[in-house]
């Protein structure tokens, strides 16, 4: 019995020892990294994050201030035509992050306003608004979208990165914190050799990647700018997502309670929402019986929720030429400065009324800082 | 409780501090009862899903108690078929109507080799080799131990009973020694495995999805197809011996030697040699209680000396078929054993017809020729790779892909891998032997106690940074058989 403890007591020893060498040299040869000013996951394949969930994931920290702040949320619709980088210069008063993560429901959307509320104090969280890009994707059951052969069933993107260097606990009822959100920062410094290590990893095994998985090099601009669907694309696409939504034409109600409970929950801290019906080509939201249900969901539940002080609804439906769009869903790189700057017009317009019940408060003596 | 799992590392530990707690060879025996049964358990939410593994143990039991009390053919014979229906109802095979199977869930994992220890102590008690009865604490301990109940390796009943008998002696070596093989197997499932898994994953989501398939041109898709099998059977090698690699180093832990169930097999130099490597206590089961009483009853009906080597032939073929049917429940089972099955039986005629063609002297001379060894490397592993494609397709995914690549597409495939590998392999070989010249192993500064452990750290670390690049820890994957 003592040789055992003996052996594993050297071998703690000297994994301590070889681990914080390790430590050292990663720290010397690479800094730590952060998500930059403006957390923004479209660069994330930029920084040591590399993933938009893991970016979201362990870039948050620096959300917890009282500076007034608008995250994006949404999914790879959100992170192409609603820019962080062309939304902050049209409202330089705020901060403009984007937290958007491909590939999100509205169960993932709900994860990253946990995320980002429990790294924030109170008074953070009441200067905190989320802007949430809406379509019917994003409305996928999470028995369609997360129980996939390639992760444990029902883990969402976010849940692998709570999971992935032991922050949090498996638990029957789901994730539990293992290292308090407070030292989130501290941990992420703790892995920061695993960080370098996957990094230098994907760099050097990228083109093998790719070649393997027979992935096809990203498109420019360019040639985004100039892509015409044919009908033979089209109809591919609309089976794609009947496939991806779980072989269904209907969207379930529940969902769309989970976007409600969302809302109350940032209304409820102090914060603001913009909730942004996110347009389709005219052609997907015409052919798609999955929109139409939808559209039947979303109509009243948008009605209620922009009845509700601090909720404001964007409507950008009508934005829906199929010229402007690169695929079933995304935006062409020249439609995105357009959104960007229509978007921000409700900011702003947000902006002024805040500030002017901002100043009728201080007037009449009821705000209180 | 996956074995890959830091629980299972933690509850592997506590086991073989509990074991060394005390020389009592009888404490020892209640602690593996202890710990086989909180394994087991670790399996179900409810005691109901241990019922069927539970009455199958008590079936086994009373048939083994029974025929070593009454040891007669017709009694082996009436309690063999009892224990093999109970198996096939129990693993539901595809064949049974639903009506027969039981209408609850419960664990599936083990029962194959509770069966073969169960068959092992039921044929030797026909046999009067077991002469003393066996206890229910010994048969629970022998047919469920915690570290071969997922898939084995088989051990025998007798090396059982002798080592249950011997005290624990550990010394510092030996318990660095099998630190070293349990990082050792980890290393293998959670990093070597697990890339090759991945690799595999994502060749094959190509190959068997239609769309992307049809994209292929045929030398593509053969390519994509065999660089699919290659991958899956380094994943499957690496997995499985590193199971091994792992219950061999706890059982050393507490007090179990455990045999081995590899043999380098990608040094095998034919297909027979291959199943003498690879899953050695399985092969070693089907020598013994199919192979062998099979030749027998072959030989006792055709007595010809000159049929001797076609026997054997024929045995070769219904063993390895019915070793390859064991693999799963569906049909496409049946064609991976029909495989195996012809595999092995055109590999003893080649062996019988090339003997009598050049003379025994002839054929080992040169069998033993350096390019002779590399092709018959690169043949026996082409054969298998490609043979275990039944094992990740199903029927129709099997029947699309024959279809598309055709005869010829399937043999250019098969002598294409073949050369691959047989050039690999001597790439291979060239380049350890000019690393084993270095011997770097030998070298005091490698040999302390304070360098191997720091070893082991740097090859933890290798794990957790591969594990962490991937979503979810790798399945064993020959718990599914």
Known sequence: MKLIAVQVARLLAALLGVYALLLLVCLVLVPLGSGGNRLDTARAGSTLFITEPKYAFMARSQLNTTTDKVILLGASNVLVGLRQDQIQPHVPQLEVHSLAVSGSNITQVGQVVDLVREVQSPAARAHTSYVIGLWYGLFAEDRARWHTPDRVAGDTDIDIERYRYGFYRRTPNGPVPLLPPRYLQAGTALVHPYLVLDRATRDVTKSMRSFISGKSAPTTDEERNAIVLSKAQQDQY???????????????????????????????????????????????????????????????????????????????????????????????????????????????????????????????????? | MTLTSLGFVAFALVVALLSNASRSIEWRSWVLLAANGAFIASYVDRPLHLLPLAGFLALCFASIEFVRRRPSTPALWATLTLIVASFILLKKFSFLSEAWLLPFPYLLMGLSYVLFRALHLLIDARQGELKEPVSPRDFFNYTCNFLTFTAGPIQRFEAYRAQRQQPLMLDESRVLRAFSRVILGFLKVAAVSAVFDNLFQTVSGRLLDAHAAAAFSLPAFALTFVTAAVCYTVYLYYNFSGYVDIVVGVGWLCGQDLPENFNHPFLARSFLDFWSRWHMTLSDWFKTYVFNPLLKVLAARFRSPKAGPYLAVAAFFITFTIMGVWHGTTSVFVIYGLILGAGASINKLWQVLAGQRLGKKRYKALAEKQIAIYVSRGLTLAYFALALTCLWVDLTQLLVIAGRLGALGAVACYFGLALAAAAGFFAWDSLAGRLARLQLGERAAFRGITAQNLGLALQILLIVTVASFFHKAPEFVYRAF
Do not use: C
């Not at chain 1, 009845?307 to 790189?333: A, I, L, Q, S, Y």
């Not at chain 1, 921000?344 to 003596?365: H, I, P, W, Y």
């Open chain 1, 238 to 369: 609309l089976s794609f997502w009947h496939d991806y939504m779980g072989s269904t034409d209907e969207l379930k109600e529940a969902q769309f309670q989970t976007l409600r409970r969302i809302v109350d929950q940032i209304v409820s801290a102090g914060g603001e929402v913009v909730l942004v019906d996110l347009p389709l080509p005219a052609w997907h939201s015409q052919r798609s019986p999955l929109w139409r249900s939808y559209a039947s969901h979303m109509e009243p539940t948008l009605a209620d929720l922009q009845k509700r002080p601090g909720v404001v609804v964007v409507r950008m439906g009508d934005d829906n030429r199929d010229d402007d769009f690169g695929d079933e869903v995304h935006p062409k790189p020249r439609v995105a400065p357009r959104w960007a700057a229509r978007l921000a017009k409700t900011l702003n317009a947000e902006g002024d009324a805040r500030q002017a019940n901002f100043a009728r408060d201080s007037v009449s003596g009821l705000h209180v800082e």
